[in-house]
């Protein structure tokens, strides 16, 4: 049965909209016991993986596609994004209570919008029902942009505040224990929170770069620790946190060139001392790379040639560096031989209208997969000569030789 004219229900379908729901997601009966280890991955990219258990936090977050909800969820439809998100269901503090209650899109509340390009559906039709602001918005403000994390809590534990403005402040001083002070900060930058807080400081993101990336020709086992530790702030940093890197992009800070540079001059020089910086490096480009404008950069900056020549195939089993070839070849595998050559190729060429339109047409075309594809093979058969103990490196290199873009240029 179709809904009469909108006008005439106007007044009750108001009144609907504005009640508050509560939403609790019920208890699971008879539901399947599911690891919360285990992950669901949409796509052979490993960076698009997300748990299948969704995790509460006192914030709402989105639920993904096949997630399992615990029982006792604050569960929401989100009147902006037409997202499903949950939180752990806990009271309000007043204050919050009175702002959510006072405007329309508050925490609680719960509507279902049609698809507009169905007609209105069996619901019938309520064309106009979201043209122009609700009436019910009495607040007066504009509401924030919606996050996907949402507002990221600061730990519980009262010393993380003191300790991390302690290691910020000798870390810019340059006068105190910077080894110290990365070392903390290494440690804090796990956490979501002071991931963002690392990231969002241009100043502390460049003191970062410029330790991480600057080379002691010398060779100095001292000044590696401290760029290897650089490094890894960096990379915890953007473990997992899209907020973190966001705040990284504002700064336009070009992190890539100058660490495709610094790669360059420590594979110059000896190997033991700058391996552990050199693998690091690698994980920051890795993490870097997540985001569609940190690729774009790496594109633009020759990268997967750079790290090519970087990568010395020549030398494996012989130089001390496989470590570092083995994360290179996750990079690689990751975002360029997951099945995408033929598409990057594309892409390079100006042949569709995307963001990587204008990229130099020598870049990432299918002669450099075919090179890194031969690079893995020589690199597999070299580690299995090295013995049992290079095993793993070997399965490694293995798999990135059988990667879906390799397979396609065979």
């Known amino acids: ?9 106007s007044a009750s379908l108001l009144l609907f909209l504005a009640a508050k729901v509560i939403a609790s997601s019920p208890p699971a009966q008879n539901s399947p016991s599911v690891s919360e280890t285990d992950l669901i991955c949409p796509t052979s990219s490993s960076l698009e993986c997300y748990p299948r258990v969704f995790s509460p936090t006192p914030e709402f977050q989105t639920i993904q596609p096949d997630q399992h909800l615990p029982p006792g969820l604050h569960v929401r439809l989100n009147l902006e994004t037409g997202l499903k998100e949950a939180r752990l269901n806990i009271p309000l503090e007043e204050n919050q209570a009175k702002i959510e209650a006072s405007v329309f899109t508050e925490t609680n509340a719960v509507a279902i919008v049609p698809d507009p390009d169905t007609d209105g559906g069996p619901n019938g039709d309520i064309d106009g029902l979201q043209s122009g602001p609700s009436s019910l918005d009495r607040s007066g403000k504009t509401p924030p942009p919606y996050s ?3 507002r990221i809590p600061q730990p519980q534990d009262p010393s993380s ?3 991390f403005e302690t290691s910020v402040s000798e870390l810019l001083s340059q006068r105190g224990d910077t080894v110290s002070a990365l070392e903390d900060l290494e440690d804090l930058a796990h956490d ?12 502390v993101v460049n003191r970062l770069v410029d330790l991480m990336t600057s080379v002691d020709t010398n060779g100095k086992e001292e000044r590696a620790q401290v760029s290897a530790l650089a490094a890894l702030v960096l990379s915890n940093a953007l473990q997992n946190n899209p907020a973190a890197l966001g705040e990284l992009e504002t700064h336009e800070i070009d992190v890539t060139r100058r660490v495709i540079k610094a790669l360059e001059e420590t594979s110059r020089m000896d190997k033991a001392t700058n391996v552990k910086t050199q693998e690091r490096l690698v994980s920051v480009l890795g993490r870097f790379m997540q985001s569609e404008s940190g690729l774009i950069r ?8 750079s790290l090519y020549s970087i990568f010395d195939v020549a030398s494996t089993g012989r130089d001390g560096r496989d470590g570092v070839r083995a994360r290179m070849a996750l990079l690689v595998t990751d975002h360029f031989l997951d099945g995408t050559v033929h598409e990057v190729a594309d892409y390079v060429r100006g042949d ?5 339109q204008g990229v130099s047409g020598s870049h990432q ?5 075919a090179l890194w594809c031969e690079a893995f093979k020589i690199a597999h058969q070299q580690m299995l000569k090295a013995g049992t103990e290079s095993q793993d490196l070997a399965e490694t290199f293995e798999k990135a030789s059988r990667s879906p873009g390799c ?4």
């Open 1 to 9: 049965m179709r809904i009469p004219n909108l006008s005439v229900l």
């Open 148 to 150: 996907s994390h949402g």
């Open 161 to 163: 505040g003191s300790t």
């Open 192 to 203: 979501i929170y002071y991931g963002v807080e690392v990231t969002k400081n241009r100043e």
């Open 298 to 305: 790496f594109i633009k900056s020759s990268g997967f040639e």
């Open 352 to 356: 569709q209208q995307t963001q990587l």
């Open 365 to 369: 075309t299918q002669e450099t997969a």
């Open 407 to 410: 397979i396609s240029l065979d």
